[in-house]
């Protein structure tokens, strides 16, 4: 298995490389050949989780120098719960947050460094990534003390919550957390101009950990996959999934194990008030904007780098697109009230990415709906706890972080600076 960039089907590499490289030196973002048709119908019924993610992950790594170890990368990626838990006959909720920095991200990120660092050993990486809350705890938590890695993390001034601010900036060592005078989509901006420059080529290896890396999306169609299969062993029907959406990672892996087979009806695409996706299902113009800023703050985003890669799949006919993919948006007015709402009708918390999944949820038919809930409550206390008149608890992997004691440079968006700060903490 090759996989290719999106803006050329010339450029094939392989797993690895494409995990090393991140982006396509084309710009493009690295898509497989093809996806494999899994016969889930076939699969042993007693696979633990990360035994099925190996064995519907395999076909990617076929002939790839990770392809020995697979097994023991989901071993140690995949080591906490996935828990299904249902509100009504036909509206589930699959808690992606029950690891170790309390969001989806965790996957992912954790997944990418059992990667990595089997494909660091003989030199230097760096990893530069951009956050818009969520990723940079989950690659700092996963990235934290591997050797010959350093990891940078940028995330912009003042729009995450305190305590995603520190789960990102409580790491030190190989963690480099640059607070940065400016919005998601300039930090952003930053890690793709980073690759072009000849500055970091010569420092090390530089590569990315945002949902452009393959090695991202991959772990992250798992949960899908395994979910809608278990649902169907379950209940004999196939379900969709809406998912709480800003960078478009999380949703286009849903929709690769949606065409690798699995038993996933549909899927919708529930954003805050960024609604470029939206916009695009509209008009089929797709017009990037800059993002503005919600209380579902990991979802800011004005121009979803996986776009791309959703495009791809699509045929870029819009079409076909709006046949396959729906999105609705949703403000912040309406995200309190969610979450109030279901507080009220199911004595449960959602977070606001979450909130913006159950209000999607009630817009569609009654067949049956898995809401991804993409974080925790408890990172989000401030918005949640006067909404509910209630304390939150402290989940204990959150608990152990808030103690620790925090380091942080902050920077314009500027790519100078962002050089001068890594090079003052690699002196
Ligand atoms: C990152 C994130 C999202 C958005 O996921 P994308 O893959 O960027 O679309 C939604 N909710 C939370 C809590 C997140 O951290």
């Known amino acids: 298995m090759l996989f290719y960039s999106t803006r050329n089907k010339e450029n094939k590499k392989t ?55 697979l097994a023991n990368i989901c ?41 990595m660092s089997r494909l660091s050993k003989d030199r230097k990486t760096i990893i530069i990534v951009a956050t ?34 520190q789960q990102i900036t409580c790491w030190g060592d190989n963690i480099l957390a640059l607070s940065v005078n400016g919005t998601f989509d300039d930090c952003q901006k930053i890690v793709k101009q ?22 991202r999306l991959l772990p992250q169609l798992t949960y899908y996959a395994y979910v809608s299969w278990q649902y169907y062993l379950e209940h004999g029907t196939d379900v969709g999934f809406v998912i709480p959406t800003g960078n478009v990672g999380n949703s286009t892996a849903a929709y690769w194990a949606k065409a690798m087979g699995f038993p996933i009806r549909e899927i919708c695409l529930a954003t805050n008030a960024n609604r470029v996706i939206s916009d695009y299902i509209a008009s089929g113009k797709f ?23 959703l495009l791809h799949l699509h045929g870029s006919e819009h079409g076909k697109f709006t046949q396959n993919v729906n999105s609705i948006s949703v403000s912040d007015k309406i995200i ?12 449960y918390i959602v977070c606001p990415h979450t909130a913006t999944g159950y209000y999607a949820r009630q817009q569609l038919s009654d067949k049956p709906w898995i809401i991804a809930a993409t974080a925790a409550p408890s ?8 909404i509910i008149n209630e304390k939150l608890t402290v989940a204990p992997q959150l608990a152990e972080l808030l103690n620790k004691a925090t380091h942080k440079v902050t920077v314009n968006p500027v790519m100078s600076e962002v050089q001068q700060a890594y090079a003052n903490n690699n002196k």
């Open 132 to 165: 818009s809350g969520d990723t940079g705890s989950a690659v700092a938590s996963a990235f934290h003390n591997k050797p010959n890695v350093n990891v940078i993390v940028m995330f912009p001034t003042g729009q995450i919550s305190a305590r995603q601010e």
């Open 379 to 386: 990172k989000f206390e401030t918005v949640i706890e006067p």
């Open 75 to 115: 071993q140690n990626a995949f080591n906490f719960p996935l828990p299904l838990v249902k509100l009504n006959d036909n509206t589930f909720i699959m808690e992606l947050f029950q690891g170790p920095t309390l969001s989806f991200k965790d996957f992912g990120a954790r997944f990418l460094a059992e990667c």
């Open 336 to 347: 309190r009230q969610t979450i109030q709402e279901v507080k009220q009708k199911h004595n």
């Open 194 to 215: 980073s690759f072009n420059e000849e500055w970091w080529k010569q420092q090390a290896h530089l590569s990315s950990a945002n949902s452009i890396n393959i090695a």
């Open 15 to 69: 797993v690895s490389q494409a995990i090393v490289q991140g982006l396509a030196e084309d710009g493009g973002l690295f898509v497989p050949e093809y996806f494999p048709q899994i016969d889930w119908k076939s699969l042993d019924k007693n696979l633990n989780y990360s035994q099925f993610a190996s064995t519907i992950l395999a076909d990617y790594f076929v002939g790839d120098v990770l392809e020995s170890q």
């Open 287 to 309: 017009e990037p904007k800059s993002s503005i800023a919600t209380i579902a703050n990991a979802m800011d985003v004005g121009n979803p780098s996986n776009f791309e890669r």
